[in-house]
């Protein structure tokens, strides 16, 4: 099974919490929105701790390095059974200032040319409502154990 890692992002603003998330960029999210948000996150390399690989994910898809106490929350498997272990963080980032790494494929589709595509293309903060809206909806579940481990 394929795992990924990655960083739920949080603040609290207004007495209310509030969630980073990360839109993929690429011709094939360009236009879809509603539910393909997600936290930012990308798969372990081979023997790779997964708190490691959530934090390196995390810088390579930001440009933001984080360090400080995590709070690890229960994996996800998302629908294509991929399976997603995630830690929530508490900072606060301006979402115009992340640089994402880039990835290279065949664009348009079988005709040999190659383009470059930010990881992410935009990032946001959400409040509970608007993430569970935008997210991918597997990983709502997230948002839930946070907001219930915040609220003790």
């Given amino acids: 099974m394929k795992q990924s890692a990655g960083i739920l992002l949080f603040r609290r603003k207004n007495r209310q919490i509030e969630f980073f998330l990360v839109h993929p960029g690429g011709p094939f999210f360009a236009k879809k929105d509603l539910g393909f948000w997600t936290v930012p996150k990308g798969e372990l390399n081979e023997g790779e701790e997964a708190l490691t690989a959530a934090i390196r994910e995390f810088k390579e898809e930001t440009g933001q390095s984080l360090t400080g106490d995590f709070i690890e929350l229960t994996p996800i498997v998302q629908k294509g059974g991929k399976k997603v272990l995630c830690w ?24 040999g040319k190659k383009q470059s595509f930010a990881e992410i293309d935009k990032a946001n903060w959400f ?4 993430a569970s809206t935008y997210i991918n909806e597997k990983q709502i579940a997230l948002l839930d154990e946070l907001k219930l481990k915040l609220s003790h």
């Fill in 88 to 111: 929530a963080f508490e900072a606060d980032l301006d979402p115009l200032t992340i640089v994402s790494n880039t990835f290279e494929i065949e664009w348009p589709p079988r005709s």
């Fill in 127 to 130: 409040t509970y409502a608007d």
